[in-house]
């Protein structure tokens, strides 16, 4: 079974728009953390934001931040005012504290119109 | 700039041949992971070294080896190479595999590899 699914392939969205992208995952792990990485054309994976499972509040960084629904399984991106340079795939990715890998979902595909 | 080095950038080579992947880790890190991609895809776990040891093992083949050095680089060995195996190989680091640490992992900018 999928762990972690990522139900948007690809989406289009105008520039300074926020934009969602989607994340649930499943896990019996009452400890566990969630992780969002970019990676733009050019190939590198970058980090940019975690949620805990504990966390009482939802994560954010700068114009990310992540809408964590813990009853739901889900912990979906939200980037506002959205830039060109926003244009990338984004992955959602799970650690269970039982098992200290990292579980990644296919990804979504983010274009930014102008 | 992760502060994850790998080397080479790009790598073409032909069927049949072995090549070595190099990977050094942010400072202080002591994990490290292997990850391939192929074009298109997502992330494939290939295997994870922590502090010198084998810790953990992902879709890895067996013509695929990989080791940590003490002094932390990683090196990963890819031989009787097929055209299948072209892709986008990422070593990652993280301070740690245990718990009380978040564990996210930092890539480096990956090996190119073109098997003709």
């Known amino acids: 079974a999928q762990k972690i699914t990522q139900t948007q392939p690809g989406m289009f969205v105008q520039e300074k728009e926020a934009v969602t992208l989607d994340c649930t995952y499943d896990?019996?792990?009452?400890?566990?953390?969630l992780f969002w990485y970019k990676q733009p054309s050019s190939g590198e994976m970058i980090f940019l934001i975690y949620?805990?499972?504990?966390d009482q509040q939802n994560a954010t960084e700068g114009r990310y931040s992540l809408n964590f629904q813990k009853a739901r399984k889900s912990a979906n991106l939200v980037i506002s005012a959205s830039q060109l340079g926003d244009s990338a795939m984004y992955f959602c990715?799970?650690?269970?504290?039982?098992?200290?890998?990292?579980?990644w979902g296919a990804g979504t595909k983010l274009i930014i119109k102008p | 700039d992760s502060g994850v080095t790998q080397t080479p950038k790009h790598l073409i080579t032909a069927t049949g041949q072995r090549v070595t992947l190099r990977c050094s880790p942010r400072?202080?890190?002591?994990?490290v992971y292997w990850y391939q991609q192929s074009l298109d895809q997502g992330l494939q776990f290939l295997i994870q070294?922590?502090?010198?040891?084998?810790?953990a093992k992902g879709n890895i083949l067996e013509r695929f080896s990989a080791q940590q050095f003490p002094d932390l680089h990683s090196e990963l060995n890819l031989s009787s190479l097929e055209l299948g195996d072209s892709a986008l190989y990422f070593c990652?680091?993280?301070?740690?595999?245990?718990?009380?640490?978040?564990?996210?992992?930092?890539f480096g900018p990956g090996t190119r590899l073109t098997v003709t």
């Open positions: 990652a680091s993280s301070v740690s595999h245990g718990q009380g640490h978040r564990g996210e992992q930092y």
């Open positions: 400072s202080g890190d002591l994990s």
């Open positions: 070294y922590y502090n010198g040891e084998e810790r």
């Open positions: 896990t019996s792990d009452p400890s566990y953390g």
């Open positions: 949620q805990g499972s504990y």
């Open positions: 990715a799970m650690r269970e504290d039982s098992n200290y890998q990292l579980i």
